[in-house]
Structures are given as structure tokens and as C-alpha cells.
């Protein structure tokens, strides 16, 4: 079915916010998943899947594992990249500072693909950005570059782990010049160029979105069902104990 960029706003928006996370901001969120959408990346399926993850996590504080010149290491307790991700970018510009380049090492954390978004904003501010992580599933790594002067990334698919990764983890780094991916890119198994997302991103605006139905009940249900319950707990407070 075909959708527009409001309605997946609109409804993630309410999903989100039903789920009563103290972190994570809901309008951020569903641009998140509306960008990653667009982009013919499946933001809807992500979405649907790091539900459950959000809605009984711990609201706990990510810890800073280590810091230096460059780089820094963070733990994110199992919590989704979602709700934490749009800080830690902050963040890590402010340490960045006039340096040329900066690492930003994040340990257990999931839905890697939710920061989509914020990656590409990344190009906004004149920065190129590379980021990877490995999936327990087929690919099984994932590598997103995005040169300076460019609006989409590459991203590059390898059906193998590669070496030294965990699977609830991701690297990303920022750069004020290009990165030389030529070693890291031997091998893919498959890839999407920033022509092609260009091009599918476009058509969701002149067509609409494509969603696949079971997802898109999948996420109207979620935001139904925290509706529900918000409209309960608010009838049980109203009438006072």
C-alpha cells in the first residue's frame, strides 16, 4: 500500500509516546523511521521490531566506557540506538571539535538501521560519516559511507562477519574529509548506491510510500493499543482513587 510522509509520522509519533520512555524524543523518532521508509529501507519493519526492546527497556543512562583525543567508547545497556542516538551525535561533535577525524564506538545497543537519519545529517553539516556493524542475520555486515557534497550514502552488504565485531555494536566515525573505503569494501556482496536511494527517494515524494501491509497493521495496532491503555490509565487517575 501506498502512504504518505505524515501518516508514518503521525502514527510513529503515537506509538512511541504511548510507550511512556523518560529517553528518546517521539518526533525524532518517527522522522527516523519515515526517512529510513522513504529511503526504500524498510523503516516500518525496524520500527516494528525494536518496539517490544523500547517498550521494556530501562530507562538507564548510557555509560562512557572511555574517552580520548578522537574517539570515544560507549556503553548503551541493551537500550535501542533510537532513543540515545540524536545525543550522542551532539556529543561527540562537541568533542570533535577542529578535529579531522572522530570515532564513536557504541557497545550493546540495537536497531543499528534507525540511525539512518541521523547519519545522513551528518552530510548537512559538512561532515562525511562512515559507519558498520555486524547482524546476527543475513547480511551479516553492513557499511554506510557518505562523502562530503553527497545527500545519500552508499551502503555496501557482505553475506560474511567480518573480524572483531560484536553483533550489538557499532562504529561510527566522522570525518572532515572522504574516507578511503577501499579495503573495507572488497568483497560485498551487494550494494546500494547513493544514485539509486536518490532516485527511490525522490519517487516516495511524487508517489507516495510504499509499505508493506502486514507491517503497516502491525504499527497502526501498537499505536492503537498504547492509545488504549493511555486512555485507561488517564480514566482510572480522572476519577481519583
Same mark, same amino acid.
Given at each position: 500500500?501506498?502512504?504518505?510522509?505524515?501518516?508514518?509520522?503521525?502514527?510513529? @509519533?503515537?506509538?512511541?509516546?504511548?510507550?511512556?520512555?523518560? !529517553? *528518546?524524543? +517521539?518526533?525524532?523518532?518517527?522522522?527516523?523511521? $519515515?526517512?529510513?521508509?522513504?529511503?526504500?529501507?524498510?523503516?516500518?519493519?525496524?520500527?516494528?521490531?525494536?518496539?517490544?526492546?523500547?517498550?521494556?527497556?530501562?530507562?538507564?543512562?548510557?555509560?562512557?566506557?572511555?574517552?580520548?583525543?578522537?574517539?570515544?567508547?560507549?556503553?548503551?545497556?541493551?537500550?535501542?540506538?533510537?532513543?540515545?542516538?540524536?545525543?550522542?551525535?551532539?556529543?561527540?561533535?562537541?568533542?570533535?571539535?577542529?578535529?579531522?577525524?572522530?570515532?564513536?564506538?557504541?557497545?550493546?545497543? @540495537?536497531?543499528?538501521?534507525?540511525?539512518?537519519?541521523?547519519? !545522513? *545529517?551528518? +552530510?548537512?553539516?559538512?561532515?562525511?560519516?562512515? $559507519?558498520?556493524?555486524?547482524?546476527?542475520?543475513?547480511?551479516?555486515?553492513?557499511?554506510?559511507?557518505?562523502?562530503?557534497?553527497?545527500?545519500?550514502?552508499?551502503?555496501?552488504?557482505?553475506?560474511?562477519?567480518?573480524?572483531?565485531?560484536?553483533?550489538?555494536?557499532?562504529?561510527?566515525?566522522?570525518?572532515?574529509?572522504?574516507?578511503?573505503?577501499?579495503?573495507?569494501?572488497?568483497?560485498?556482496?551487494?550494494?546500494?548506491?547513493?544514485?539509486?536511494?536518490?532516485?527511490?527517494?525522490?519517487?516516495?515524494?511524487?508517489?507516495?510510500?510504499?509499505?508493506?501491509?502486514?507491517?503497516?497493521?502491525?504499527?497502526?495496532?501498537?499505536?492503537?493499543?498504547?492509545?488504549?491503555?493511555?486512555?485507561?490509565?488517564?480514566?482510572?487517575?480522572?476519577?481519583?482513587?
Amino acid at each position: 500500500m501506498i502512504v504518505s510522509h505524515n501518516e508514518i509520522v503521525t502514527i510513529v @509519533h503515537k506509538a512511541f509516546t504511548g510507550m511512556h520512555r523518560e !529517553v *528518546g524524543e +517521539a518526533d525524532v523518532i518517527a522522522t527516523m523511521v $519515515a526517512e529510513l521508509q522513504m529511503a526504500g529501507l524498510d523503516g516500518i519493519r525496524h520500527f516494528n521490531n525494536a518496539s517490544p526492546y523500547i517498550l521494556t527497556e530501562h530507562d538507564t543512562p548510557i555509560d562512557i566506557v572511555h574517552q580520548q583525543d578522537g574517539a570515544i567508547r560507549l556503553d548503551l545497556h541493551g537500550s535501542s540506538l533510537a532513543c540515545h542516538l540524536p545525543t550522542i551525535i551532539d556529543y561527540a561533535l562537541e568533542k570533535m571539535g577542529d578535529l579531522a577525524h572522530f570515532h564513536i564506538y557504541l557497545q550493546n545497543c @540495537h536497531n543499528r538501521w534507525l540511525a539512518y537519519s541521523e547519519l !545522513v *545529517g551528518l +552530510a548537512a553539516k559538512g561532515f562525511a560519516c562512515l $559507519a558498520k556493524w555486524d547482524n546476527g542475520s543475513v547480511p551479516k555486515h553492513t557499511l554506510f559511507t557518505l562523502n562530503q557534497g553527497f545527500v545519500y550514502p552508499d551502503l555496501y552488504f557482505f553475506d560474511q562477519a567480518q573480524a572483531n565485531y560484536n553483533t550489538n555494536d557499532m562504529i561510527i566515525e566522522i570525518a572532515t574529509q572522504n574516507f578511503d573505503i577501499e579495503q573495507d569494501i572488497q568483497h560485498f556482496n551487494h550494494k546500494i548506491s547513493t544514485d539509486e536511494l536518490f532516485e527511490t527517494h525522490q519517487r516516495a515524494w511524487k508517489e507516495g510510500i510504499y509499505v508493506d501491509d502486514e507491517q503497516w497493521a502491525i504499527l497502526k495496532k501498537t499505536a492503537a493499543a498504547m492509545l488504549v491503555d493511555n486512555s485507561e490509565t488517564s480514566s482510572k487517575g480522572a476519577g481519583g482513587a
